[in-house]
C-alpha cells in the first residue's frame, strides 16, 4: 500500500558556511612536510575558536531549521514509549536494597536504599513504580546535585561496608575530572573530606576509614592510587602505587568476597595487578605476578573447598584467554610460572570475565559473535568437578528463541547470594532482568523494559547476514527492519570497530521512530571489533587497522547486492573510533551514501597520535601504534586520516556533532575536518558541524536533553533518507533529498 510521504517543506536558506581564517601552519615527520591551515583550531582559547563553533552552530540550526517539527515529534515519541516514573531492579548489598528511582519531569535519577527483610532475603522488593518501600531513604538525589550547573555526571557512588558513609564523585562540566565528597547517611550531612580534580573511583577499606582513589597526570592519565584517611587533610595523603610508564592506566578495585584490594596497571596490551589484604588497609600491596610484554591478566578471589585461591584470566599462550589458579595464601607463589591451569584455551570461545561468589564461579565469554555466561558450582557435596577440570561445554546456556540475543551478568555485589542476576537483550525485544537461583537452577524474571503505547515485538525483525571482504574475511551484519518494509529500505548502517569493544545486540527505545518509518537499522561488526573473539581484534589494529575501513566498505555494497539498500537510501554512523571509521569511508566509498553522521568523531587521528602531551595520545600508541618512531605507522594513518585525505570530491550529506570540553576526543578534530570538506566538497551537499558548548564526550547529560539529541540525528537522517512524518512507505530517497 502506497503510504503518502507527508515529509516536511524544506527551507531555502541562503546560510553559507562560516570561512574560517587560515592560519600557516607546517607538521614534519619523518621527512614528510604537511601543511595545516586550520591547526589554530586547536586553541579554545582564542576567541576566534569559539566563534568558529557558534558561527557554525548557526549555518547548521539555519540548515535544519525546518526539520523542528519533526524533532519534537520524535522526542515525544520517545518520551511517551518511556514509563518516566520508574525504578531499577534493586541489588542487595549488606543489610540493604540499593536501587536507583527515576521521576516524570526529572532529568537525573535518585539513588534510593531500603532495609533487607532479613538475613534470607534474595528476593529483590516489587513496587509500583513511585510507591515508596518501608524503611526507604534517599541517599544521592541527582537532580539536587545537578542544580546551577548545565552538565552533570556522577562518578563514584561506593557506601562503606557498615552502611554508614558514601563516598560519590561528580563532573559537571563533562571534561570527567571529578570531585569526590563523603556523606554521613545517619545524620545527612556531608563530611568536610573533599578530593578535587581526581579520577571518577573510589573503594573503602573494611573497616571505613580510609578511602582508596586515582589521581590523573597532566595528560589525564590515572597514573595513581592513593589512599585518604577521613578526617585528615587531602595534602597528607599516601600514594600507595605509582606508575611511571605513559602506556599505563591505573585502577583500584576490591574482590567480591572483601578480603582482598586490587591495583591494576593496564596498557592495551600488557597489565600487572598488586594485592593487599583488605584487614590491613595501610600495608603495603604486593605483585601477583611481573609484567611482561604482551601479557595480559586479571585476578579474582573465590574460595574452594575452604581454600583461598586467586582465580586469574589470562592471555599467556592463549589468544581467546585461559583460565589459571594460584593459592591466595602464598603471596611466594602468586608468580606466572606457578599458576596451574584451571580452563585451557578455546580457540571458539572468548573468554571474557570470571565472577567468584561464595559456593560457585560465573564465567562470561563469547562465541560466535555473541555474548553468554555459565555457572560453575564448586560445593564438592553436590559433585562439582575439581578446580581444574572445568569445560564450558559441560554446561547448559541459557538459551532464547531470537537469533540474535546478548546475555551477560549484572548487578552481582554481594559475594554471599545464591541467586545470579544477569540481563538479556537483543535488537527487537526490550530488555530484560532475570535472577537465576544457583542451587535449583530456576531463572525469575524480575523487570522487563516498560515500552508504553502500542508496542508490539512482532512488529520487528532481526537477522544476520555476511559481506566478504577484499582479503576474503566474512564479515557479520546485524540487520533490524519493521516486518513488512519492502527491499531495497533507507538504512543506517553502523559500525565502531575499536579497541575490541562488541557492538552487541540491544533494544532501543529511540530507534522504533526510525524503524517505524521504514528505515532498516544495520550494524557492521568490522575488524577490530572483538565480536569474534580476540583475532578479529588484531586484524583491525596496528598497521592492520585498514581492515576496519575496507571492512565497513564491503559490508555497504553487500547490503546493496543483497537488495537490502540502495546507495542513495544509506547512511553510515560512527562515533568516537567509530567516527574515524566513518570518516574514512567517506573518502573511500562516497559514492555509497547519501550521508554520514559522525557523532564525536576522530577525524584528525595522525596529528592527535603525534603529539604526547594530548590526553590519551601515549596509551593509544598500542592501539594505533606509534607514527612517531614506525614509519610505516605514519604512512597508514595519513592514509587513511579522515581530514588529511579530504579532496575535491562529490561528497555525501555530512553531520558532525562534537562537545567543547571532551577530553577524548578534541571537539577540534571535527572542526577542522567540516572545514575543510566545506571548502572541498563538489557536490553541493551541506556539510554540518554542531558543536555542544556544556557537555563531554559522551553527549548533554540530563535524559530528556539526551533524548532531544537523539531526535536531532534521527530527523537529519530521516530528512537524507526521505522518510515520511508519520507510518513508513514503499518510496525510495533519491539522491538530492529533502533540503537539498
Known amino acids: 500500500m502506497m503510504v503518502a510521504m507527508n515529509s516536511p517543506t524544506p527551507s531555502k536558506p541562503n546560510s553559507s558556511p562560516p570561512s574560517p581564517k587560515t592560519v600557516p601552519s607546517v607538521r614534519e615527520h619523518h621527512g614528510d612536510a604537511v601543511a595545516d591551515e586550520f591547526a589554530w583550531l586547536g586553541d579554545e582559547e582564542d576567541p576566534d575558536t569559539i566563534a568558529y563553533l557558534e558561527a557554525q552552530n548557526a549555518h547548521t540550526e539555519a540548515l535544519t531549521e525546518h526539520l523542528g517539527p519533526l524533532r519534537q515529534q520524535i522526542f515525544d515519541e520517545i518520551k511517551s514509549r518511556t514509563l518516566e516514573t520508574d525504578m531499577s531492579v534493586a541489588s542487595r548489598v549488606g543489610d540493604w536494597w540499593y536501587f536507583t528511582r527515576t521521576a516524570e519531569g526529572k532529568q537525573y535519577g535518585s539513588q534510593c536504599r531500603a532495609p533487607i527483610g532479613g538475613p534470607d532475603d534474595w528476593t529483590p522488593p516489587q513496587v509500583a513504580p513511585g510507591e515508596a518501600l518501608a524503611g526507604e531513604e534517599t541517599l544521592l538525589d541527582g537532580n539536587e546535585r545537578a542544580e546551577g550547573h548545565e552538565f552533570y555526571s556522577l562518578g563514584a557512588y561506593e557506601v562503606s561496608h557498615d552502611g554508614r558513609l558514601l563516598a560519590f564523585s561528580e563532573d559537571v562540566k563533562g571534561d570527567e575530572r571529578y570531585d569526590l565528597r563523603v556523606k554521613d547517611l545517619e545524620t ?112 579474582e578471589h573465590a574460595v574452594v573447598d575452604g581454600a583461598d585461591v586467586f582465580v586469574i584470566l589470562h592471555n599467556d599462550e592463549a589468544e581467546n584467554f585461559a583460565l589459571a589458579q594460584a593459592p591466595a595464601d602464598d603471596p611466594a607463589r602468586w608468580g606466572r610460572e606457578h599458576w596451574t591451569s584451571v580452563l585451557e584455551h578455546d580457540p571458539a570461545v572468548r573468554i571474557e570475565g570470571v565472577d567468584a561468589f561464595e559456593g560457585y564461579l560465573a564465567l562470561s565469554y563469547r ?246 602531551s594530548l590526553p590519551l595520545t601515549v596509551t593509544e600508541w598500542e592501539e594505533w601504534g606509534n607514527p612517531i618512531e614506525d614509519k610505516a605507522v605514519y604512512d597508514y594513518m595519513k592514509a587513511y586520516s579522515p581530514y588529511e585525505n579530504v579532496e575535491a570530491k562529490a561528497y555525501p550529506k555530512i553531520l558532525a556533532i562534537c562537545s567543547l570540553n571532551d577530553t577524548r576526543v578534541r571537539f577540534a578534530e571535527p572542526a577542522k575536518w567540516v572545514a575543510r570538506l566545506q571548502r572541498s566538497t563538489t557536490s553541493g551537499e551541506p556539510v554540518l558541524l554542531k558543536t555542544e558548548m556544556n557537555a563531554g564526550h559522551g553527549g548533554r547529560s540530563g535524559r530528556y536533553e539526551r533524548w532531544k539529541e537523539a531526535a536531532f540525528e534521527e530527523a537529519w537522517i530521516l530528512d537524507v533518507l526521505r522518510r515520511p512524518l508519520h507510518e513508513s512507505g514503499p518510496t525510495l530517497p533519491t539522491r538530492g533529498g529533502v533540503g537539498s
Do not use: M
Request: proline share 7%.
Open 188 to 299: 545527612g550531612e556531608l563530611l568536610p573530606d573533599e578530593l578535587a580534580g581526581i579520577a571518577p573511583g573510589a573503594v573503602w577499606s573494611l573497616d571505613g576509614q580510609h578511602l582508596f582513589y586515582q589521581r590523573v597526570d597532566e595528560a589525564w592519565r590515572p597514573d595513581s592510587v592513593w589512599r585518604h584517611r577521613l578526617g585528615e587533610d587531602p595534602a597528607s595523603d599516601v600514594r600507595v602505587y605509582h606508575e611511571p610508564d605513559e602506556r599505563y592506566w591505573v585502577g583500584v578495585g576490591s574482590s567480591r568476597s572483601e578480603r582482598w584490594l586490587f591495583v591494576a596497571s593496564s596498557s592495551k596490551a600488557t597489565s600487572e595487578v598488586w594485592a593487599l589484604d583488605s584487614a590491613d588497609p595501610t600495608g603495603e600491596f604486593r605483585l601477583v605476578s611481573a609484567r611482561r610484554e604482551g601479557l595480559e591478566y586479571e585476578v
Open 367 to 612: 562465541r560466535e559473535g555473541l555474548p553468554k555466561f555459565a555457572v560453575w558450582r564448586l560445593d564438592p557435596e553436590d559433585g562439582a568437578p575439581p578446580l581444574g577440570s572445568f569445560s564450558v561445554g559441560k554446561f547448559e546456556e541459557v538459551e532464547f528463541e531470537e537469533e540474535l540475543v546478548a546475555a551477560g551478568l549484572g548487578g552481582n555485589p554481594e559475594w554471599a547470594s545464591p541467586r545470579l542476576r544477569f540481563g538479556r537483550s537483543s535488537f527487537t525485544t526490550p530488555a530484560q532482568v532475570f535472577d537465576l537461583d544457583v542451587p535449583t537452577g530456576e531463572r525469575v524474571l524480575l523487570k522487563t523494559q516498560p515500552v508504553l503505547g502500542d508496542f508490539d515485538p512482532d512488529r520487528y525483525e532481526a537477522r544476520r547476514l555476511w559481506a566478504t571482504a577484499q582479503d576474503g574475511a566474512k564479515v557479520p551484519i546485524s540487520v533490524v527492519r519493521k516486518k513488512g518494509v519492502e527491499r531495497p529500505a533507507p538504512t543506517l548502517l553502523y559500525g565502531y570497530g575499536a579497541y575490541e569493544s562488541s557492538i552487541d545486540p540491544g533494544f532501543s527505545v529511540a530507534r522504533l521512530s526510525l524503524l517505524d518509518r521504514g528505515v532498516v537499522f544495520a550494524v557492521a561488526h568490522v575488524r577490530g571489533g572483538g565480536e569474534l573473539g580476540r583475532h578479529w581484534y588484531e586484524q583491525g589494529r596496528f598497521t592492520a587497522k585498514p581492515n576496519t575501513f575496507t571492512d565497513f566498505v564491503a559490508c555497504a555494497k553487500a547490503l546493496v547486492d543483497h537488495g537490502e539498500a540502495v546507495p542513495e537510501g544509506l547512511v553510515a554512523e560512527g562515533g568516537s573510533a567509530g567516527g574515524w571509521l566513518v570518516g574514512a569511508v567517506a573518502n573511500l566509498a562516497p559514492e555509497l551514501f547519501a550521508g554520514v553522521i559522525a557523532v564525536v568523531p576522530f577525524v584528525d587521528p595522525l596529528n592527535t597520535i603525534l603529539d604526547p
